[in-house]
C-alpha cells in the first residue's frame, strides 16, 4: 500500500468482450476472436470472452462455445464466462472456460427482468452450479447487479448489496463483483456501499464493475480504491450495455481506468497503446468513434 491507503497494483478483469459485445448485433465471431486476441497480447490477463445464457434471450452470445474453442489462449490469462445456470456451466465446461461466473441483484425487479426469477430462487439455481465447479475445480466469480440504484426501483438499499454478495461469497464465490448497472452511483455513495459489503466479504475479494452512463465511473473508482479494492472491470473502447437495463451505457473504458491507475503509480501490467489499438479497431468494425477519452487522445 501507498502512504495514501491506496493499492499498489490493480487487477483488471476486462468485460468488453462479453459485457460490451452482448449489445452488439453486428460483430462476426472472427472479429470477437480478434478482440479477444488483441485484448491478451496487449497484457490483459483475465477477459471474460463468453456468456452461455439463453440464445432466444440474447442471441448475440449464441456464438460463445466457438469463441472459447476458436481463440488462440495466451499463457497466463483466464478466459472466464457467464453461466446463469447448470445449463450454461455445462456448455462453459464443456467449450473449456477456465473460470465462470454466476450473476444475481441486489433488486427484485431487476432478477426477474435478467434471469427470470426472483433473488431466493436465482441463489437456489446457483448451488447445483457452485456443486458441479467445486467438483471439476472451476473457479466461480459473482456479481451482485443494481448495487448503486435499479432501472426498475430506483433507490437499491446498500444492506440488501451486503446481504446478496455474503451470501454469494459463501457459497463458494473467490470474488464478488459489485455492479453499477447503470451507471448511476456518485463517489461518496459508492465508498459507502462498498464500506458496507466490506463488512461481510473481505475486501480483498471484492471487485468493482461501474458501469459509466453518468460519466462517474472513474470518480467513483477512486473513491473505492481507498477502501482496499484491488480488483476492477471496465470494457475496452467503453463498449457495452445490459439489455435488461435500457439506457446503461457501457462500462468505464478500460483505456481511461489504465491511463488513471498508471498516472497514480498503481500498476496494472496493461500495455496502454496497444489496449487502444484494440479499441479503436473494434469500434471501427462497429461503426464508431471509441468509446475512450484517452484513446480518443493518444493517437495509436
Ligand atoms: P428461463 O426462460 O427462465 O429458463 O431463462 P428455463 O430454464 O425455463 O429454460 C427456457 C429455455 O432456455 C429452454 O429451452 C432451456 O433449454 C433454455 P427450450 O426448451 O425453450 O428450447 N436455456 C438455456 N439455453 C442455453 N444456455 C442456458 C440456458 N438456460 C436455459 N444457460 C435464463 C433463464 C437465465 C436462462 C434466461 O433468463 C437468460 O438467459 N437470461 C439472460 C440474461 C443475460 O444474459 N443478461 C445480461 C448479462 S448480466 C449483465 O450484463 C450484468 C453484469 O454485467 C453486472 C452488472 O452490470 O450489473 C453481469
Ligand atoms: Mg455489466
Known amino acids: 500500500m501507498l502512504a495514501s491507503n491506496l493499492p499498489t497494483q490493480v487487477s483488471i478483469f476486462e468485460v468488453g468482450a462479453r459485457d460490451g ?67 450454461g456451466l455445462e456448455l462453459a465446461l464443456d467449450a473449456g472456460a477456465d473460470e465462470v461466473a454466476i450473476f444475481g441483484a441486489a433488486s427484485e425487479s431487476f432478477s426477474q427482468r435478467n434471469i427470470n426469477c426472483s433473488i431466493d430462487e436465482s441463489i437456489a439455481r446457483f448451488e447445483p452450479v457452485m456443486a458441479l465447479a467445486k467438483e471439476r475445480h472451476i ?10 440504484g435499479c432501472p426498475y426501483e430506483g433507490e437499491i438499499n446498500i444492506t440488501e448489496v451486503a446481504r446478496v454478495s455474503e451470501i454469494l461469497y459463501k457459497m463458494g464465490c473467490y470474488e464478488i463483483s459489485l455492479g453499477d448497472t447503470i451507471g448511476v452511483g456518485t463517489p461518496l455513495k459508492a465508498r459507502k456501499m462498498v464500506e458496507a459489503v466490506a463488512n461481510l466479504v473481505p475486501v480483498e475479494q471484492l471487485a468493482l464493475h461501474f458501469h459509466d452512463t453518468y460519466g462517474q465511473a472513474l470518480a467513483n473508482i477512486q473513491a473505492c480504491l481507498e477502501t482496499g479494492v484491488s480488483v476492477i472491470d471496465s470494457s475496452v473502447a467503453g463498449l457495452g450495455g445490459c439489455p435488461y437495463a435500457k439506457g446503461a451505457s457501457g462500462n468505464l473504458a478500460t483505456e481511461d481506468l489504465v491511463y488513471m491507475l498508471h498516472g497514480m503509480g498503481i500498476e496494472t501490467g496493461i500495455d496502454l497503446q496497444k489496449l487502444a489499438r484494440a479499441g479503436n479497431q473494434i469500434s471501427q468494425v462497429l461503426g464508431r468513434t471509441t468509446g475512450s477519452k484517452v484513446a480518443q487522445a493518444l493517437t495509436v
Not at 473457479?139 to 448503486?148: A, I, T
Open 139 to 148: 473457479k466461480v466469480r459473482g456479481y451482485v447487479s443494481c448495487v448503486l
Open 21 to 87: 459485445l452482448q449489445n452488439e448485433t453486428t460483430v462476426s465471431i472472427e472479429n470477437k476472436i480478434t478482440l479477444i486476441e488483441q485484448l491478451a497480447a496487449a497484457g490483459v490477463n483475465r477477459i471474460e470472452a463468453a456468456s452461455f445464457v439463453s440464445p432466444k434471450w440474447v442471441p448475440q452470445m449464441a456464438d460463445s462455445g466457438n469463441i472459447l474453442r476458436q481463440i488462440k489462449r495466451q499463457q497466463g490469462v483466464v478466459y472466464s464466462a457467464l453461466t446463469p445456470n447448470l445449463k
